[in-house]
């Protein structure tokens, strides 16, 4: 039987340097600029570094360590070493690549966002000389912050009248109108049921079965709109079928597909006309429990000035928005704008959502989007970077409060608790998104704060737009469904 060492084998502590943190790692590190967001990194670790390691890999090894012949901490150093060679191989890869990732974007300042683009696994351990490895990243661009203070900014008033009202009080009584059945062709505000397709030629690109459409001057897709719908429709009676060019969205999903014309062929199944109903005490508590017509009008008085706010935010955003980024020239990487897609799809979602909007507007504007998401991205994300510079030098930040406060206003609009909207957040992973939508907002006031401001007349946007959740390409950037909402205040259509 073989013999033990006479000693106990004890773990060497790892190499520290004179402040008592462990010693860094002599690390050569050469990073080029692809672009402005993108930075290739090669790393060089030498030679002594992993020697360093391995002794303290050895060392944590030789207590437990379970050789033929020898008790549990009693075998040779280098029999250790030989035996669980690959094992340790393995380890002190692991640890010396986690620790030159992060002494690398430590000492060169990265800012990354979004993950490197590194397989461990294809990183070679050698039996001599140093270790190296390369990897991609995306990093947040440098610039020179662009004056915010002393802006100039006009900002939309207007009074919600009484006439305000009536209108929305309309379109929410439209929501819940009764559809008839009509024997004539379609008018504005008539409901049809139709059958759709849309070809390439005689190439089928996708089609939709007895889709209701609300016959409105436009027909909003998911990737293109058709101007005309209203007068498309005119002379269209159950049995008929019309069809239209429609032209392809410049983002839309399928490359081939931008910017062409295809056709569109509409079955007419049904028209029917719809018949208000009448206001009634049981309609007033299916609206949200009113007790009379005074107090829904004054619920719709308020959803209209939630409305009114949001457009105000976002005209004034815009306009800071524009006045920051006019000097940011610097490209994005399309793959970046390409992720960040439907992050921007959602941020828009979870505004409009605490903001009033119902279903109906949301799908309308997201649809909007979704025709320029590549470019609408790109200008979200560079404002994006200059808000977050501004917030990170001005100290502006997020708090328990503030996500408190829009998981309120959003569960307030859908009718679901806080704590079911916060969950639903965290399922589907935007609670960053919100946490970007409450610095942007904070810094965004922080901005108007030393700024001047000029008010300008405001009208709201008519509904001229009947939105489906349809692609002409059968697919769509950033697909993301628009949770349908239960309304605890009514769901008055929005004028824009």
């Known amino acids: ?12 502590a790892p190499a520290a340097g004179d402040d008592g943190l462990p010693k860094p790692l002599n690390l050569d590190v050469a990073v080029d600029t692809v672009s402005t967001c993108q930075r290739r990194v090669k790393v060089t670790i030498p030679r002594a570094d992993i020697d360093r390691y391995r002794d303290e890999a050895i060392g944590e090894l030789m207590p437990t360590a379970l050789l033929p012949g020898f008790r549990p901490g009693r075998a040779p150093r280098r ?7 690959t ?15 992060t002494q690398v974007s430590e000492q ?13 696994a294809a990183v070679l351990m050698p039996d001599d000389g140093p270790m190296t490895f390369e990897f991609s990243i995306e990093v947040r661009p440098e610039f020179d912050l662009p004056v915010w203070k002393g802006l100039s900014i006009a900002r939309p008033a207007r009074e919600i009248s009484d006439a305000d009202v009536d209108e929305a009080l309309g379109n929410l009584l439209r929501e819940r109108c009764r559809f008839a059945p009509k024997s004539g062709p379609a008018a504005l ?4 049921v139709a059958n759709l397709r849309f070809r390439d030629g005689d190439s089928l690109l996708s089609e939709a079965a007895e889709m209701e459409i609300v016959v409105r001057d436009k027909l909003s897709l998911a990737d293109a709109e058709l101007p005309g719908f209203a007068a498309l429709v005119a002379k269209a009676k159950p049995g008929t079928t019309v069809t239209a060019g429609v032209r392809v969205s410049e983002e839309a999903a ?67 928005a524009s006045a920051l980024t006019a000097s940011a020239s610097w490209d ?54 200059i808000l977050e510079r501004i917030a990170e030098d001005e100290g502006v930040a997020d708090t328990a409060a503030d996500y408190d406060e829009e998981i309120r206003a959003i569960a307030a609009q859908s009718g679901e608790s806080p704590r079911r909207v916060r969950a639903s957040l965290e399922r589907r992973g935007l609670m960053d998104v919100l946490r970007n939508q409450i610095i942007e907002r904070k810094t965004i006031d922080l901005i108007t704060s030393h700024a001047s401001f000029k008010d300008t007349p405001f009208e709201f946007r008519k509904a001229d737009a009947e939105a489906i959740d349809h692609a ?7 697909e993301e469904e628009i949770p349908t909402a239960t309304q605890a205040e009514p769901s008055a259509r929005p004028a824009g």
């Open 1 to 12: 039987m073989a013999t033990s060492d006479s000693s106990v084998a004890t773990p060497e």
């Open 332 to 385: 994005l990487p399309p793959a970046l704008l390409r992720r960040q897609a439907q992050r921007e799809l959602e941020r828009a979602i979870l505004e409009l959502r605490r903001s009033g909007f119902d279903d109906d507007a949301i799908r309308r504007h997201v649809n909007e989007l979704r025709q320029t998401v590549m470019a609408s991205t790109a200008r979200a994300l560079k404002e994006h970077f």
């Open 87 to 101: 094992e340790l191989s393995d380890q002190i890869r692991s640890k010396l690549l986690t620790d030159a990732m």
């Open 472 to 478: 002409v390409c059968g697919s769509v950037v950033g």
């Open 79 to 85: 029999l250790v070493s030989s035996r669980f060679k």
């Open 189 to 192: 505000g008539d409901l049809i």
């Open 254 to 320: 399928v490359e081939e597909l931008r910017g062409k014309e295809v056709t569109l062929e509409l079955d007419v199944l049904d028209v029917k006309a719809h018949e208000l109903p009448e206001l009634t005490p049981a309609l007033l508590e299916e609206l949200g429990g009113f007790d009379s017509a005074d107090a829904l009008r004054a619920a719709v008085r308020r959803q209209l000035e939630r409305q009114l706010e949001w457009h105000g935010r976002r005209q004034v955003r815009q306009q800071v």
């Open 108 to 120: 060169q300042k990265l800012a990354p966002i979004s993950e490197p683009d590194l397989d461990p």
